[in-house]
């Protein structure tokens, strides 16, 4: 299985503060057709895990523009640009190039 | 307003079965492929499979292909997950997914299945 290691496992900011979060894969995501089925969610305390980003790069619906996602092949980013309470939670990136699709181990977001 | 409602979970024993539904509303349910994803205690969240739209076709993880099965009844809107000889690391938090192009764009609110004797 692909193994998506993410770091840091927490993350303390402070309000408007950007800060970004890594996630390497253990094989490549890019598949023969040419795309990166690279993804990441944000869990709010207390709710469900929520779509931030598909494709590694385009924003889901609703979601705000201070979130971009970047990278290629095993080595993609997710970018807070000015964080807000409301992003405080879990970010998990996830993947599903290989199945089966596999996850990683979050990282918390909490407040300096 | 897409909505995902899953129930059935509980307190089981080991080596007992459980199935889980997930009534879906909002959407044409028929039309979009599902999923099973559990969340342990620790958070460690798992894709545990996903079924086509007409339900004629089952991904699963290979860990768990032997004692989990996916299901759907579109005329009830329903997705099924039947868990077989239930073991103490299936404790979780398990969610329905609508998924679409790979992207889970909707998650049910979770039920929680506590596997103890």
């Known amino acids: 299985d692909v193994v998506l290691t993410q770091t840091p496992s927490t993350l303390s900011a402070t309000i408007g503060q950007s800060v970004s979060i890594s996630c390497r894969s253990s094989q490549s995501l890019l598949d023969s057709a040419g795309n990166t089925y690279l993804y990441w969610y944000l869990q709010r305390p207390g709710q469900s895990p929520q779509l931030l980003i598909y494709?590694?790069?385009n924003l889901g619906s609703g979601v705000p523009n201070r979130f971009s996602g970047s990278g290629s092949g095993t080595d993609f980013t997710l970018k807070i640009s000015g964080v807000e309470a409301e992003d405080l939670g879990v970010y998990y990136c996830m993947q599903a190039t290989h199945a089966p699709w596999t996850f990683g181990g979050g990282t918390k977001l909490e407040l300096k | 307003e897409v909505q995902l409602v899953e129930s059935g979970g509980g307190l089981v024993k080991p080596g007992a079965s459980l199935k889980l539904s997930c009534v879906a509303s909002g959407f044409t349910f028929s039309d979009y492929w599902m999923s099973w994803v559990r969340q342990t205690p620790g958070k460690t969240m798992e894709w545990i499979g996903d079924i086509k739209y007409d339900g004629s076709y089952t991904n699963y993880a290979p860990s768990l292909k032997n004692r989990f099965t996916i299901s759907r009844d579109n005329a009830k809107s329903t997705l099924y997950l039947q868990m077989s000889n239930v073991r103490s690391e299936d404790t979780a938090t398990y969610y329905c997914t609508r998924h679409i192009l790979r992207v889970f764009d909707y998650w049910g609110q979770g039920v929680m299945v506590t596997v103890s004797s």
């Open positions: 494709l590694v790069s």
